[in-house]
């Protein structure tokens, strides 16, 4: 009985989790490159978005703060260019 409720619970977290991914562009079917690639993407418009940020920020501290997600970022970023370089 309890192994039952077990394997039916990671069924409908299987099952939700995929849901979730397909509704956000990622599926457990890409292979590793495409999954890097998808990730390179995100992590684009990451950049993008910490680049309006930085423009936005009013103190030095949001600056900062900014600043630091942003090189973050971009250095992740540039870690999987290179990677798909290869």
């Known amino acids: 009985m309890i192994v039952s409720t077990v394997v039916a619970q990671r069924c409908r977290h299987r099952h939700a989790r995929g849901i979730r991914l397909r509704k956000i562009g990622y599926d457990e079917d ?28 009013n103190t030095a501290e949001l600056q900062q703060a900014a600043s630091v997600r942003l090189a973050t970022r971009q250095a992740v970023r540039e870690a999987l260019d290179d990677v798909l370089a290869e």
């Open 30 to 57: 890409m292979d590793v490159w495409e999954r890097l690639r998808y990730a390179r993407d995100r992590v684009l418009e990451a950049e993008q978005v910490e680049r309006q940020r930085l423009a936005e920020a």
